[in-house]
Each structure stands twice: as structure tokens, then as C-alpha cells.
């Protein structure tokens, strides 16, 4: 079963990161989750208002969205209990980041796309 993969900020938008990441975590074999508040589908996958809409277990949630909105989503992050969170570039939050380790939750400030493509994933 592939590893669910929640992608905070998804788009449909193909010249965004996000986007870009949803489908090369398609096609490295993970399944992407998909949230946005904004959006029903993305390319045919359903789009989940908050992590707290997909009930499976989350294994990583990769971060695109300004620290203004992944500091509200806080609670939700740790409610999810991913094994890590991906702070891609512009979207570090320190202290989010303080709070996800203080519960044992790993972070790393990277990029998807980069870990994706040299299989350190």
C-alpha cells in the first residue's frame, strides 16, 4: 500500500511547486493527498478541505502554503500524527516547526521535488 502523502497548499495551477510535487509523488509510487480548502478536485483527485476531512493515516505532510496559514493549521498537523512534515522553501515555520518536534514529529526544512528526485524521499 503506498504511503499517503498530504500536500498542504495543493493547486491545480501546473506552474506551482505543489502541483509539481502531486505528481512526481504519483509517479514515485506515493499517493498524494491533496488539501486545499478552496478546491473539490484536483485533476481528478478529490481535494480535502483540512487534514482532518481524509480519515486514513498520513505518513508525511509536505508544507506549500505561507507560515500565516500553516501556523493555524497546527492542530490539525498534530492531530494527523505524520511520521514528518516537509517545510519546502517559503513556507519555513519555526515555530510550527518547535511544535511538531515537541511531539515527535519529525520536520525537514526541504524541497519534495529535490528529495524526490535524488531518492531521499
Same mark, same amino acid.
Given at each position: 500500500m503506498a504511503s499517503n502523502v498530504a500536500i498542504l497548499g495543493a493547486t491545480d495551477d501546473p506552474t506551482k511547486y505543489a502541483n509539481m510535487a502531486?505528481?512526481?509523488?504519483?509517479? +514515485?509510487g506515493y499517493n498524494p493527498v491533496p488539501v486545499n480548502p478552496s478546491k473539490k478536485t484536483i485533476e481528478g483527485l478529490t481535494v480535502y478541505h483540512s487534514l482532518s476531512d481524509f480519515k486514513e493515516p498520513?505518513?508525511?505532510v509536505t508544507i506549500y502554503v505561507r507560515p500565516s496559514i500553516s501556523s493555524s493549521l497546527k492542530d490539525d498537523?498534530? @492531530?494527523a500524527k505524520?511520521?514528518?512534515?516537509?517545510?519546502n522553501p517559503g513556507a519555513e515555520n519555526q515555530e510550527l516547526a518547535d511544535a511538531l518536534k515537541a511531539n515527535g514529529i519529525e520536520v525537514? +526544512? @526541504?524541497?519534495t521535488?529535490?528529495?524526490l528526485q535524488t531518492g531521499q524521499f
Open positions: 502531486m505528481h512526481k509523488l504519483q509517479d +514515485h498520513i505518513d508525511t498537523i498534530l @492531530a505524520p511520521r514528518r512534515v516537509i517545510m525537514l +526544512h @526541504a524541497c521535488l529535490v528529495l
